[in-house]
């Protein structure tokens, strides 16, 4: 079973699924840090919502955990509104996205864990950007998300991703790990296999961004560990092409059954924000390129529907 933010879902009820969006974000520390990071009109994220369900969008994984502008009720009232399956966040996101005082930096590793697994068991807390975790909803996260982008932060105690390590094994629910590099995606496959986590509850964010080690690609995904290619659309980093041309060559390898994709949309890549993309990109525009490089309806299928519902999974 899938959970999601109005409960739990079989995996042949997920649907075709984005595996890595950003549906809303409040105004706060990581608008301070990027303002294309809120997304907080709740009819512009609706209409951007209809349009990924006019395409055949039926779930999407949002990234944004606690503490750092996750706005839970409109998650939930998101999803009622327009019959889209959402699976929330709970865990950390990079420290940048924290002020000096916040709350995120004090606590231990055993209360981390404890609010990771609530948070998965119970319900979501709420007004956690500016307070230590309180009052709650009854809506759940699915997924535990963290992040590693620089060695700093990946510091000698380690506090934050033991605690979420703990509280993957104790639930069961994946971890999705933001990553700023090929290699930081094996350094934190390695670690959180020798905690314990089982490779198949394992999800590496934007190992596409670089397209350099693709060795690592493959021993990662052989190893049974999802890989997520995000940066579609993004051509700063590189052409939609040489996405394509990645994706084949997974495919090729007899990998296709470990990808997952998605846009890790901001407000610059919403067209309802003035964005240049839209979440009706995928169908669109990237899946005819993915057919044009030879990928057939089954293959996308095994990406898109498949994939997600395995990684996303309660296990």
Sequence with gaps: MIQTVL?????DQLGFCHSHEHLFLADGQPAKVNPVLRLDEYNLSISELKLFKSVGGQALIDAQPLGCGRMEKFLAAASKD??????????????????KSHWIHSFTEDQLSRIFIRELTEGMFVNTDHSPPSETVSFKAGNIKVA???????????????AAAHACIETGFPIMCHVESTKQ???IAEFFIKQGVPPHCLIICHMDRTLDELNLHRELAEMGIYLEYDTIGRFKYHSDEEEAELIVMMEESGLSCQILIG????????????G??????????????????????EVIHQITVVNPAEAFSKK
Excluded at 7 to 11: A, H, I, P, R
Excluded at 288 to 294: I, S
């Design 7 to 11: 409960g739990l879902v079989s995996k």
């Design 82 to 99: 327009c019959g889209v399956n959402i699976v929330a966040s709970t865990g950390f996101h990079k420290m940048a996205f924290y002020d």
């Design 148 to 162: 590693y982008d620089t060695e700093r932060q990946f510091d000698h105690e380690k506090k934050w991703f033991v």
């Design 185 to 187: 995606g094996m350094d």
């Design 263 to 274: 846009l890790d949309t901001t407000r610059a890549r919403m067209k309802n924000y003035g």
């Design 276 to 297: 240049h993309l839209g979440l009706d990109y995928i169908q669109e525009s990237f899946i005819p390129l993915l057919k044009k490089y030879g990928l057939n309806n």
